[in-house]
């Protein structure tokens, strides 16, 4: 039964209707990608909906992710519908010339068909993808906190302006964040599963930015999966709140200082995906062909789901969804588009 993974809220009086809610979501999106671009200094570009497998310029998330492939005649082969741009987008700022501290967003499009569906999860992923040159100077622990209170500060600038206009919704998100290793939430609770972790900080400091996801922890588990050959494991993190809605942590956004020659190198042997070292990529990367860079991505309809205090993602975004979910969802006041 896929509602085993539902949350039905004890009580959901939804805030707004269905046309409130398209003309909210609207608010937000243009509101943010402004608010985002303003504080990071990010130029919009076009990005691709898929790559050719060969380029290594997918993303593989928790490496056991399958993409959804399909050939084109034309061309006389298959191309895989993108998981993520993380690498891609360091090949655009070389080839666009960006400066430092200057950097690029997108709309990244991407099919998951392989997402285990919830309240916060669909099988088509929509974000804002973006991605900035940064100095040799700048890939410390101390930019990236920086450069997450600025991703916050466009948040809250956000729910601000939308709670001015539906005056039913509540400013809760604030720009107080808390920082924490995933190894210092290890060690905090040691008992706990990760998500417990998570849900037990956020529920104690409201918003929080864990740290350093990716590599073994001392129990000799990671906090998360994350591919070997974007994110520094050292230099990266989740951003997370507590939604009230639906009385658990939600992450909003997964960014980091991308990998240097030497980060790659070490991480590709600590995940045992040394090939990779052959892809065009990868070539480039260790023969720092490539500038040094720092991304993420932000949910576009994660972000809209929260900001309209919303309890299923499906009620901010057209997909599909099993039946039985979808019964349970209208039975309990959840309209899903």
């Not at 922890?217 to 998360?224: M, N």
């Not at 990779?276 to 991304?295: I, Q, S, V």
Request: charged share 25%; aromatic share 8%; proline share 4%.
């Amino acid at each position: 039964m896929s509602t085993q993974n539902l949350m039905i809220p004890q009580v959901y009086p939804a805030k707004l209707d269905i046309m409130e809610t398209e003309k909210a979501i609207k608010l937000v999106k243009d509101t943010f990608e402004t608010e985002l671009a303003a504080v990071l200094e990010l130029t919009r570009v076009s990005a691709p909906l898929y790559v050719r497998p060969e380029s290594g310029l997918n993303d593989d998330l928790n490496g056991v992710e399958r993409p959804v492939q399909f050939d084109i005649k034309d061309i006389g082969a298959d191309v895989a519908i993108v998981h993520s741009l993380a690498k891609w987008k360091r090949m655009a700022l070389k080839r666009y010339g960006f400066k430092p501290e200057t950097g690029l967003y997108t709309d990244m499009n991407a099919i998951r068909r392989d997402e285990e569906l919830d309240n916060l999860h669909s099988v088509y992923v929509d974000q804002w993808d973006w991605e900035k040159v940064i100095l040799d100077e700048d890939r410390t622990l101390h930019f990236l906190k920086h450069t997450v209170r600025e991703i916050l500060s466009a948040i809250v600038a956000t729910q601000k302006i939308l709670c001015a206009r539906f005056e039913q919704l509540d400013c809760f998100i604030t720009k107080d964040v808390h920082f924490v290793s995933s190894q210092e939430l290890e060690d905090l609770y040691p008992d706990l599963t990760p998500k417990e972790r998570e849900n037990e900080i956020c529920k104690r400091y409201g918003v929080v930015f864990i740290t350093q996801i990716g590599g073994k922890l001392r129990s000799g588990k990671p906090h998360d999966g994350r591919a070997p050959d974007y994110d520094d494991w050292d230099l990266n993190g989740d951003l997370l709140i507590w939604y009230p809605v639906l009385n658990r942590a939600i992450e909003l956004s997964s960014m980091g200082i991308r990998v240097d020659a030497a980060a790659l190198n070490r991480q590709l042997t600590l995940a045992g995906c040394e090939n990779r070292r052959e892809l065009p990529f990868h070539k480039m990367l260790l023969n720092n062909e490539l500038p040094l860079t720092m991304g993420g991505g932000i949910g576009q309809s994660r972000l809209c789901m929260v900001l309209l205090q919303k309890a299923h993602i499906g009620e901010v975004q057209a997909s599909v969804w099993p039946d039985d979910m979808m019964g349970a969802c209208e039975a309990n006041g959840i309209h899903l588009l």
